[in-house]
């Protein structure tokens, strides 16, 4: 069963989208070139600048973008519990 969410009402909609069981597709537009997007979601250091979870700094990026290397975030914040997310990358092609 495909479903679709409104994540984020504001200049530009974040989509989501599940199209099976084991997919999850994020959709947004942004005035910038399509190269500087890529770096802003691939670049560590980039990545850290924008990505937050509430009241937690990103302490852990790591991103192998070959096809079987992994992704690792960690977010941390002053009395909180670290929140954290990791995968595998199975597939990458241009959009």
Do not use: Q
Not at 54 to 61: N, Q, T
């Amino acid at each position: 069963m495909r479903k679709e969410y409104v994540i984020l009402k504001n200049i530009e909609t974040l989509k989501l989208t599940t199209p099976t069981e084991r997919e999850v597709v994020l959709t947004r537009v942004f005035n910038a070139s399509r190269e500087l997007v890529f770096e802003a979601c691939t670049v560590p250091a980039l990545l850290m600048r924008w990505m937050e979870a509430p009241g937690r700094l990103m302490e852990v990026c790591e991103i192998d973008l070959r096809v079987g290397g992994a992704y690792r975030f960690v977010w941390r914040g002053p009395g909180k519990p670290d929140v954290g997310m990791h995968g595998v990358y199975r597939e990458g092609r241009a959009a």
